[in-house]
């Protein structure tokens, strides 16, 4: 089962902004590695705010704009009404990789973008630490943007 991961809406307006990634309908591209991922609207829920509990457990995990509107959810900016209960969330998109993370280690695609931002940066980088997972690719590439 491939993964899925979290795009946070204001990360990504960041990183559209700066050029390093590329969004063509669904399919965003990390452009400096040429992976691709499937985009779905979603929103990761981070707390409870009335205190009344969270009956449909909610809290802690990233749900999908459709599943949360089949439960009746409002969403407002980066706050969310289900019946009684009032949530804090981060608006963005779940990306569905559009491959197995082996075969993008091995693809063209990944080929190319390499060695273009290898031309940009005048260097070649080591193929010995390679990333492992598509979380590791993504610190690897945005780890400036997760610090303070």
Do not use: C
Request: cysteine-free.
């Amino acid at each position: 089962m491939q993964n899925r991961l979290f795009f946070p809406q204001e990360a990504l307006d960041k990183w559209l902004v700066d050029g390093k990634v590329e969004l063509a309908g669904t399919d965003l591209t990390i452009l400096s590695e040429g992976r691709t991922y499937k985009l779905a609207e979603a929103v990761r829920v981070t707390r409870e705010v009335t205190g009344e509990g969270d009956p449909n457990d909610l809290v802690g995990h990233v749900k999908s704009r459709p599943f949360l509107e089949q439960l009746g959810a409002e969403l407002f900016e980066t706050s969310m009404l289900i019946g009684d209960n009032a949530y804090d969330v981060v608006p963005g998109w779940v990306g569905r990789p559009s491959t197995t993370f082996r075969d993008y280690i091995a693809s063209e695609e990944r080929k190319r973008a390499l060695a273009a931002a290898e031309r940009l940066a005048g260097f070649v980088d080591d193929d010995d630490d390679e990333p492992k997972t598509d979380e590791d690719l993504l610190v690897r590439t945005f780890l400036e943007d997760l610090r303070p």
